[in-house]
Antibody
């Protein structure tokens, strides 16, 4: 059964950092690009970042201002998102999601999503 | 960024009736070299993550009931639920993946 499970969310103060993780199972993790997508509760979806299957390339939303870093550990089937200089505008549910395309490519369309982890940035 | 808009914001449809959701992109998402529209539709039920329904504008994801269909090309797209079921109550999002992915604001579908 293909599954993604996020962890690492919580309540943090503005200006601090947080590292999210996503554990993948049920598929060959190293064969797929992986994404982070966030959703402000009750609002729409915002794509955050993608990393290619082998970690050779990473792409980010321009709106993040270089504060987030996506990484992966194919040995342990894990995806990470390091977030720094957090602001209240980063408050959201963060989803990890698997890309549809297999191999050394990405389609930027996501066919498997985790349940999400909630990040709240508040003083 | 390509801006996605959807209409209506919400709609209420009787069980068994048709629901139609529209999505418009600020620029064409049709890639001429392969004649594919880089447009997907997702369903998000309350308290759940999004679920991929359709990609390439009209290709149904495996396991998605055939009452869901997608159409359109270029900048104008439609998701149709041919016969609304109770389990279809959800918010539906379109997403373009022609450039940096962007999502529409969502359309909430309820039972009338």
């Amino acid at each position: 059964q293909v599954q993604l499970a996020e962890s690492g969310g919580g309540v943090v103060q503005p200006g601090t950092s947080l590292r999210l993780s996503c554990a993948a199972s049920g598929f060959i993790f190293s064969n797929y690009a992986m994404h982070w997508v966030r959703q402000v509760p009750g609002k729409g979806l915002q794509w955050v970042a993608v990393i290619l299957n082998d970690g050779s390339a990473k792409y980010y939303s321009d709106s993040l201002g270089g504060r987030f870093t996506i990484s992966r550990d194919n040995f342990n089937n894990a995806l990470h998102l390091q977030m720094t200089s957090l602001t209240p505008e980063d408050t959201a549910v963060y989803y990890c999601a698997k890309d549809v395309a297999v191999g050394f490519s990405r389609m930027d369309c996501m066919d498997v999503w985790g349940k999400g982890t909630t990040v709240t940035v508040s003083s | 960024d390509i801006v996605m808009t959807q209409s209506p914001d919400s709609l209420a449809v009787s069980l068994g009736e048709r629901a139609t959701i529209n999505c418009k992109s600020s620029q064409s998402v049709l890639y001429s070299s392969n004649n594919k529209n880089y447009l997907a539709w997702y369903q998000q039920r309350p308290g759940q993550p999004p679920k991929l329904l359709i990609y390439w504008a009209s290709t149904r994801e495996s396991g998605v009931p055939d009452r869901f269909s997608g159409s359109g090309s270029g900048t104008d797209f439609t998701l149709t639920i041919s016969s609304l079921q109770a389990e279809d109550v959800a918010v539906y999002f379109c997403q373009q993946y022609y450039r940096t992915p962007t999502f529409g604001p969502g359309t909430k579908v309820n039972i009338k």
